[in-house]
Structure formats: C-alpha cells, structure tokens
C-alpha cells in the first residue's frame, strides 16, 4: 500500500473529489475510472494484483492531473469491505462515487464448477458490491450530492441454464440497485446500473460471442473504453438502468418484454452450441 498524499485540485477551492473503483485495474473498471479521471475525480483503485494496479495508476496519472491510491484486497473476502471502509475514513476521503465492478462470470458454470467455486462467484458478484455499498454509505452520505454505479450485465435479465449461478448473481445485482436507489433518494445518493452486452476485454469473450451468438452477439459488442465513458457519463447524469449501445439497449428491452419461460429456452438452445 502506497503512502496517502490527497491532492488538492486548487488549495484555495474544494479539493478534487475522489472516486473508488472496486475492480479498476483493468478491463471495464480500468476504463471507467479513466473517464472519471478525464472529469478531474481522484481514483482509489482496488484489485489484487499489485502491478496491474500499479500499471493502470502509472498511465492514468501521466494522462490526468489526478491522484491515484491503490489498494490490494481480494473483494470476495468477508472482511475486506470493512477494511476498505476504514482506510478511507480514517483519510477523510472526500468520497463522491463508488463504483462496484469485480466481477466474475466464464464459460463454466452451475453443475461444473466446485462449491468453493460457486461460493466465491457469488461473494465477488452480490456481496461484495452490497457489503461495500453499505460499510461506504456514511462517507458518501457525508459528501453528498454523491454517487454509486453497480455493474450487473445482461446475463442478469434473463435466466441463462449455461450460466446459471452468474445470470443469477448479476440479476440480483440489479434488484439490489433499483431498490437501494429508492432507499438512498432522501440521502441524495444517486444509484445506476450499468448492465453491459459483450465487452471485449479478453480473448476468450470475443469467443464465446462468436461462438454462441453469432453475428448478433458481434454486433451487440461495445469496447471497454465506450463503456466506460457511458457508464460514467450516464451515472453523474443520475440514470437508473445503463446499458451501452443500440443493439444491446435493444436486446435488453426484449429480454425484459418476453416471457421468462421463452427466454430461459431460448438460452438453453444458444447454450448447447
Ligand atoms: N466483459 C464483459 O463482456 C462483461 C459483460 C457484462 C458485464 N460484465 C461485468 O463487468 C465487470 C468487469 O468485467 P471485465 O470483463 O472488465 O473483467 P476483467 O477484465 O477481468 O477485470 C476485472 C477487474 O476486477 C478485479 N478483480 C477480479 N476479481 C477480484 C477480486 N476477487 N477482488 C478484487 N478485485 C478483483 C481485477 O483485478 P485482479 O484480477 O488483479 O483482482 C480487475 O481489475 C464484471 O462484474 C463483469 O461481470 C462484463
């Protein structure tokens, strides 16, 4: 862990507010927090590996005039939230927006996978980003006007039987963020959720498009860095439900008009591809 140095964006005015990104070392956290970076936000990123969040501090502080602090936790860790909690009270972070994106999906699922497997899918995916919401909500009470983003994905509109226990975990992702949003109004706490199609930040997601959704999976895909620009942009505009890019925006809507017995059929004969 790095020493704290906050850094005022002027002395004489408020200092520059910061952001966490829980998962911001790379893929579609790295590139959320570059577009909060590029709004003038300070970064607290946090992942596991040291060097990757290293990497991702070195280039966004020579692109931005921002601070980043690094933290390593493992997120599906019970005591982690807690301790992430801490550290940013007892800096007195000027916490304005959280952002929880660790998450964790893949090509095997329910009925392949382990229990322990299945287990920490499930504290990454839904506990850790309600255990941080929570151990987080007096700083971004205190700094309010103030912000929390989830990322759920599209899995989570539908019942998915290849990817059961991720579609699950993500759709409780979104349950949690429309009534949480409800919740924190008075507190003046904006809630999103950004629930993205495919995003090509690994080799083997650009695969399994190809593979089980074909032209329309392709077509569906929107890059890291869109989505990250959405996803900042929508949230600071206070939008509840984010989903990047007219083909998925569109799939998204059918999803979520047809008849979950339909959709989860449709997805098992997609699934056995
Ligand atoms: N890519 C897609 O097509 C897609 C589509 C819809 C939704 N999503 C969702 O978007 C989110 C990000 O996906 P991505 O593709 O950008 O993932 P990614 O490229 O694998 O990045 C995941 C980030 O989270 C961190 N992380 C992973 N496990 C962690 C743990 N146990 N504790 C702390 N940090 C952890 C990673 O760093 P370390 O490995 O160093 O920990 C990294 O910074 C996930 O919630 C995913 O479900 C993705």
Redesign the pocket.
Known sequence: MLPFTPVCQNQKTEPRPYALV?????????AIAEALARRDFNLIL????LD??LAAKSRLESAFPVHVETLV????REESAAQIAQWCIDRNITLKMLCN?????GAEDYLNLSLDSLRYMVR??IE?CMALSLTLLPLLEKNAPSYILN?????GFAPIPAKNIYSAT?SAVIFFSYSLRYQLKQKKISVSCL????????PG?VKETREKLGWIGMKMAVS?TKVGEIAVRETLNGKLMIVPGTGAKLMSIILRALPRRLVVMIYDMVGKK
Request: no cysteine; glycine share 16%; proline share 7%.
């Open positions: 829980a998962g911001g070392s790379k893929g579609i956290g790295y946090i992942a596991r590996h990757t969040l936790y493992d997120l599906s994106v660790a998450g964790l999906g990454l995916n850790s990322v759920a994905s599209m899995a993500k629930s993205p199609g495919p995003v090509f930040t690994k997601i890291p």
